[in-house]
């Protein structure tokens, strides 16, 4: 009987439209409360760190280049992002966003998920080496 009832429901199969698409020729809207890769606006930040604080995953950093002149490089690490969003809800600036149209994140390699937001000169600074991150101290 169940051999039977399996026979049925492979011919009906058979005749029926595939119910997934074809990606990524054919592409869905994507969801508008969808939370993709983390941007960061360098401007208004004031270096409070409370994204970094608040983040459970740890996966933001605040690199101070000059506190003085508010020149901040943020490091994010996307493969610990969990995408809650919590930092983007914390940041009294609006300096963080999580915009849904970039959430096409794969990769062959580590490399690409590790991105140094902020101003061309700062984030140099840092690579070079020049600008170490510091241990957050805690109260």
């Not at 074809?22 to 360098?42: S, W």
């Not at 760190?49 to 608040?54: I, Q």
């Not at 605040?62 to 983007?88: L, P, S």
Request: hydrophobic share 30%; with cysteine.
């Amino acid at each position: 009987m169940k051999g039977h009832l399996l026979l049925q429901d492979a011919i009906r199969s058979l005749f029926r439209r595939a119910a997934t698409h074809r990606y990524p020729a054919e592409r869905t809207a994507t969801p508008e409360r969808l939370r993709g890769k983390l941007t960061y606006n360098p401007e208004g930040c004031t270096g409070c760190c409370l994204c970094t604080k608040e983040c459970p995953a740890n996966a933001i950093e605040i690199i101070t280049v000059d506190k003085a002149n508010k020149q901040f490089v943020m490091r994010y690490h996307a493969d610990r992002c969990i995408y809650c969003g919590q930092c983007v809800k914390n940041c009294r600036f609006g300096c963080l966003e999580m915009p849904n149209e970039t959430w096409e994140l794969a990769s062959l390699t580590k490399t690409p998920f590790t991105v140094n937001y902020g101003e061309d000169a700062d984030v140099e600074r840092v690579l070079a080496g020049l600008v170490t991150p510091e241990p957050e101290s805690t109260p």
